[in-house]
Protein backbone atom coordinates (compact mmCIF):
# COMPACT_ATOMS: atom_id res chain seq x y z
CA UNK A 1 0.00 0.00 0.00
CA UNK A 2 0.95 3.71 -0.56
CA UNK A 3 0.41 5.24 2.33
CA UNK A 4 0.21 9.46 2.19
CA UNK A 5 3.05 11.44 1.33
CA UNK A 6 5.27 8.02 0.06
CA UNK A 7 6.39 8.37 -3.72
CA UNK A 8 5.29 5.66 -6.00
CA UNK A 9 8.99 5.35 -7.44
CA UNK A 10 8.67 1.84 -9.58
CA UNK A 11 4.99 1.85 -10.30
CA UNK A 12 3.49 -1.57 -11.27
CA UNK A 13 3.73 -2.07 -14.59
CA UNK A 14 7.20 -0.55 -14.79
CA UNK A 15 10.94 -2.57 -14.57
CA UNK A 16 12.76 0.59 -14.37
CA UNK A 17 12.03 3.28 -11.22
CA UNK A 18 11.08 6.71 -12.22
CA UNK A 19 12.18 9.31 -9.78
CA UNK A 20 9.23 11.71 -9.40
CA UNK A 21 5.91 11.69 -9.08
CA UNK A 22 5.25 13.93 -12.02
CA UNK A 23 7.04 11.38 -14.40
CA UNK A 24 5.41 8.37 -12.92
CA UNK A 25 2.05 9.73 -13.75
CA UNK A 26 3.35 11.63 -17.25
CA UNK A 27 4.28 7.68 -17.94
CA UNK A 28 1.63 5.84 -17.17
CA UNK A 29 -1.23 8.84 -18.75
CA UNK A 30 0.72 9.07 -21.92
CA UNK A 31 0.23 5.31 -22.32
CA UNK A 32 -3.25 5.39 -21.26
CA UNK A 33 -4.54 8.04 -23.90
CA UNK A 34 -2.03 7.28 -26.59
CA UNK A 35 -4.55 6.03 -29.30
CA UNK A 36 -7.69 6.60 -27.32
CA UNK A 37 -10.26 8.92 -28.18
CA UNK A 38 -11.19 11.86 -26.50
CA UNK A 39 -14.55 11.85 -25.12
CA UNK A 40 -16.56 15.36 -25.24
CA UNK A 41 -17.45 16.71 -21.92
CA UNK A 42 -21.23 16.58 -22.56
CA UNK A 43 -21.08 12.42 -22.17
CA UNK A 44 -20.22 12.54 -18.33
CA UNK A 45 -22.96 13.18 -15.97
CA UNK A 46 -20.73 16.69 -14.89
CA UNK A 47 -22.05 18.24 -17.57
CA UNK A 48 -25.61 19.43 -16.69
CA UNK A 49 -23.11 21.55 -13.19
CA UNK A 50 -20.46 22.30 -15.69
CA UNK A 51 -22.03 23.83 -18.40
CA UNK A 52 -24.35 25.94 -16.27
CA UNK A 53 -20.89 27.29 -14.33
CA UNK A 54 -18.88 27.84 -17.46
CA UNK A 55 -21.77 30.00 -18.95
CA UNK A 56 -20.67 32.87 -16.42
CA UNK A 57 -17.07 32.21 -16.25
CA UNK A 58 -15.62 33.91 -18.73
CA UNK A 59 -11.93 33.06 -17.65
CA UNK A 60 -11.89 29.18 -16.90
CA UNK A 61 -9.37 26.29 -16.34
CA UNK A 62 -9.40 22.68 -16.33
CA UNK A 63 -6.37 20.47 -14.64
CA UNK A 64 -5.48 17.44 -15.97
CA UNK A 65 -8.62 16.65 -17.78
CA UNK A 66 -6.77 14.16 -19.95
CA UNK A 67 -8.52 12.23 -22.71
CA UNK A 68 -12.15 13.41 -20.56
CA UNK A 69 -12.84 17.37 -20.06
CA UNK A 70 -15.82 18.30 -18.65
CA UNK A 71 -15.74 21.86 -19.27
CA UNK A 72 -16.92 23.03 -22.70
CA UNK A 73 -13.65 22.98 -24.62
CA UNK A 74 -13.91 25.83 -26.78
CA UNK A 75 -12.98 28.86 -24.59
CA UNK A 76 -11.18 26.94 -21.72
CA UNK A 77 -7.68 26.38 -21.02
CA UNK A 78 -6.31 22.98 -19.77
CA UNK A 79 -3.13 22.04 -18.67
CA UNK A 80 -2.22 18.44 -18.53
CA UNK A 81 0.90 16.27 -18.05
CA UNK A 82 -0.12 14.49 -21.11
CA UNK A 83 1.67 15.10 -24.17
CA UNK A 84 -0.93 13.40 -26.08
CA UNK A 85 -4.25 14.61 -23.77
CA UNK A 86 -3.21 18.22 -24.99
CA UNK A 87 -2.62 17.18 -28.59
CA UNK A 88 -6.25 15.99 -29.26
CA UNK A 89 -7.40 18.98 -27.45
CA UNK A 90 -5.71 21.45 -29.75
CA UNK A 91 -6.77 19.37 -32.36
CA UNK A 92 -10.40 20.03 -31.08
CA UNK A 93 -9.96 23.75 -30.77
CA UNK A 94 -9.03 23.85 -26.94
CA UNK A 95 -6.09 26.00 -25.43
CA UNK A 96 -3.92 23.35 -23.88
CA UNK A 97 -0.49 23.17 -22.91
CA UNK A 98 1.66 20.33 -20.85
CA UNK A 99 2.38 21.33 -17.09
CA UNK A 100 1.16 20.58 -13.82
CA UNK A 101 -0.93 21.27 -10.93
CA UNK A 102 1.87 22.59 -8.50
CA UNK A 103 3.11 25.42 -10.75
CA UNK A 104 0.43 26.82 -12.74
CA UNK A 105 1.53 28.87 -15.58
CA UNK A 106 -0.68 31.53 -14.98
CA UNK A 107 -1.09 35.04 -13.40
CA UNK A 108 -2.81 35.34 -10.11
CA UNK A 109 -6.49 35.61 -10.15
CA UNK A 110 -6.82 35.08 -13.38
CA UNK A 111 -9.72 32.47 -13.37
CA UNK A 112 -13.48 32.53 -12.34
CA UNK A 113 -13.64 28.54 -12.60
CA UNK A 114 -11.08 25.92 -11.95
CA UNK A 115 -11.61 21.95 -12.73
CA UNK A 116 -9.44 19.51 -11.14
CA UNK A 117 -11.25 15.86 -11.77
CA UNK A 118 -9.24 13.28 -9.85
CA UNK A 119 -6.17 15.13 -9.52
CA UNK A 120 -4.79 16.26 -6.51
CA UNK A 121 -4.88 13.11 -4.48
CA UNK A 122 -1.84 12.54 -7.65
CA UNK A 123 0.16 15.11 -6.02
CA UNK A 124 2.90 14.47 -3.72
CA UNK A 125 2.53 18.09 -2.11
CA UNK A 126 -1.27 19.07 -2.39
CA UNK A 127 -0.85 21.83 -0.22
CA UNK A 128 0.89 23.39 -3.24
CA UNK A 129 -1.67 22.04 -5.23
CA UNK A 130 -4.29 23.56 -3.52
CA UNK A 131 -2.24 27.10 -3.19
CA UNK A 132 -1.68 27.38 -6.89
CA UNK A 133 -5.41 26.80 -7.00
CA UNK A 134 -6.48 29.40 -4.65
CA UNK A 135 -3.27 31.53 -6.07
CA UNK A 136 -4.84 31.63 -9.97
CA UNK A 137 -8.42 32.23 -8.86
CA UNK A 138 -10.25 34.72 -8.90
CA UNK A 139 -12.09 35.96 -5.03
CA UNK A 140 -15.60 34.28 -5.63
CA UNK A 141 -14.49 32.28 -8.07
CA UNK A 142 -15.64 28.70 -8.09
CA UNK A 143 -13.68 25.39 -7.64
CA UNK A 144 -14.72 22.23 -8.50
CA UNK A 145 -12.97 18.98 -7.77
CA UNK A 146 -13.39 15.40 -7.35
CA UNK A 147 -11.28 13.50 -4.86
CA UNK A 148 -11.58 9.54 -3.40
CA UNK A 149 -12.36 9.54 0.71
CA UNK A 150 -10.80 6.77 2.85
CA UNK A 151 -7.56 5.64 2.80
CA UNK A 152 -9.42 2.90 4.71
CA UNK A 153 -11.06 2.03 0.91
CA UNK A 154 -7.92 2.02 -0.69
CA UNK A 155 -7.43 -0.59 -3.20
CA UNK A 156 -4.88 -1.87 -6.35
CA UNK A 157 -6.45 0.51 -8.24
CA UNK A 158 -5.27 3.65 -6.27
CA UNK A 159 -1.48 2.16 -6.81
CA UNK A 160 -2.73 1.44 -10.17
CA UNK A 161 -3.54 5.10 -11.20
CA UNK A 162 -0.48 6.70 -9.09
CA UNK A 163 -2.52 7.92 -6.40
CA UNK A 164 -0.71 9.05 -3.39
CA UNK A 165 -3.64 9.27 -0.79
CA UNK A 166 -7.51 9.45 0.06
CA UNK A 167 -8.76 11.88 2.32
CA UNK A 168 -10.41 11.50 5.45
CA UNK A 169 -13.59 13.71 5.95
CA UNK A 170 -11.87 15.94 8.22
CA UNK A 171 -8.53 16.16 6.49
CA UNK A 172 -10.03 17.12 3.21
CA UNK A 173 -12.33 19.95 4.75
CA UNK A 174 -8.92 21.32 6.50
CA UNK A 175 -6.96 21.37 3.38
CA UNK A 176 -9.77 23.54 1.64
CA UNK A 177 -10.11 25.89 4.28
CA UNK A 178 -6.51 26.39 4.90
CA UNK A 179 -6.53 27.73 1.18
CA UNK A 180 -9.69 29.76 1.41
CA UNK A 181 -12.41 28.00 -0.19
CA UNK A 182 -15.75 27.11 1.03
CA UNK A 183 -17.28 23.92 0.51
CA UNK A 184 -20.66 24.90 -0.85
CA UNK A 185 -22.24 21.07 -1.65
CA UNK A 186 -21.49 18.01 -2.88
CA UNK A 187 -22.12 14.37 -4.06
CA UNK A 188 -21.02 10.89 -4.70
CA UNK A 189 -18.68 10.31 -7.79
CA UNK A 190 -16.77 8.07 -9.94
CA UNK A 191 -16.43 5.02 -11.62
CA UNK A 192 -14.12 2.93 -9.75
CA UNK A 193 -14.95 -0.88 -9.08
CA UNK A 194 -16.14 -2.10 -6.29
CA UNK A 195 -15.16 -6.00 -6.05
CA UNK A 196 -12.08 -6.79 -5.01
CA UNK A 197 -12.04 -9.78 -7.70
CA UNK A 198 -12.50 -7.67 -10.32
CA UNK A 199 -9.86 -4.86 -9.24
CA UNK A 200 -7.14 -8.31 -9.14
CA UNK A 201 -8.19 -9.48 -12.18
CA UNK A 202 -7.34 -6.42 -13.77
CA UNK A 203 -4.46 -5.96 -12.14
CA UNK A 204 -2.99 -9.01 -13.72
CA UNK A 205 -3.49 -8.05 -16.95
CA UNK A 206 -2.32 -4.72 -16.36
CA UNK A 207 1.35 -6.59 -15.24
CA UNK A 208 1.00 -9.49 -17.51
CA UNK A 209 -0.61 -8.29 -20.42
CA UNK A 210 -0.81 -4.35 -20.53
CA UNK A 211 -1.46 -3.88 -24.31
CA UNK A 212 -4.16 -6.14 -24.19
CA UNK A 213 -5.74 -4.49 -20.73
CA UNK A 214 -5.66 -1.54 -22.10
CA UNK A 215 -7.08 -2.33 -25.39
CA UNK A 216 -10.05 -3.82 -23.22
CA UNK A 217 -10.55 -0.37 -20.93
CA UNK A 218 -10.59 2.23 -23.64
CA UNK A 219 -13.08 -0.27 -26.39
CA UNK A 220 -15.38 -1.78 -23.22
CA UNK A 221 -14.73 -0.29 -19.76
CA UNK A 222 -14.51 3.40 -20.03
CA UNK A 223 -17.91 2.99 -22.83
CA UNK A 224 -19.81 0.95 -20.34
CA UNK A 225 -18.95 3.18 -17.11
CA UNK A 226 -20.18 6.47 -19.55
CA UNK A 227 -23.41 4.35 -20.03
CA UNK A 228 -23.87 3.09 -16.33
CA UNK A 229 -23.12 6.74 -14.44
CA UNK A 230 -25.67 7.96 -12.41
CA UNK A 231 -27.01 11.60 -12.30
CA UNK A 232 -24.94 13.30 -9.84
CA UNK A 233 -27.46 14.08 -6.54
CA UNK A 234 -25.78 17.28 -4.48
CA UNK A 235 -26.32 17.91 -1.02
CA UNK A 236 -25.18 21.02 1.30
CA UNK A 237 -21.64 20.73 1.74
CA UNK A 238 -19.56 17.27 2.52
CA UNK A 239 -21.48 13.73 1.81
CA UNK A 240 -21.88 11.96 5.37
CA UNK A 241 -22.65 8.02 3.74
CA UNK A 242 -19.55 6.41 4.62
CA UNK A 243 -20.21 3.86 1.84
CA UNK A 244 -19.44 7.06 -0.91
CA UNK A 245 -15.56 6.44 -1.16
CA UNK A 246 -15.21 9.50 -4.08
CA UNK A 247 -16.62 12.78 -4.12
CA UNK A 248 -17.21 15.90 -6.42
CA UNK A 249 -16.85 18.97 -4.67
CA UNK A 250 -18.13 22.77 -5.44
CA UNK A 251 -16.14 25.26 -3.63
CA UNK A 252 -16.36 28.65 -3.25
CA UNK A 253 -12.60 31.10 -2.98
CA UNK A 254 -13.01 33.07 -0.32
CA UNK A 255 -13.56 36.89 -1.11
CA UNK A 256 -15.77 38.30 -3.55
CA UNK A 257 -15.42 39.76 -7.54
CA UNK A 258 -15.12 43.49 -6.26
CA UNK A 259 -12.13 42.47 -3.96
Not at 74 to 98: E, H, N, P, Q
Not at 109 to 122: G, N, R, S, T, W
Not at 135 to 157: D, E
Not at 199 to 220: E, K
Request: glycine share 8%; hydrophobic share 45%; proline share 7%.
Amino acid sequence: MVRPGTPRTGGLRRSTPIATSTAINRAFYDDLWRGVKLQPPRKFNTWPLLSRLAASAANRLEIGPGMRPRLPIGGTLFIDLSTAAVAALRRLGGRAKTGEITALPYGDAAFDLVCAFDIVEHAANDQRALAEIARVLRPGGTLVLSVPLYMSAWTFFDELVGHFRRYEPGDLQALLATHGFTLEQSAAFGMQPRSQLLLRFGMWWVRNRYAHAMRWYNAVVMPLGLLLQPRLKFVPGLVGDPQVDEVVLVCRRAGSRST
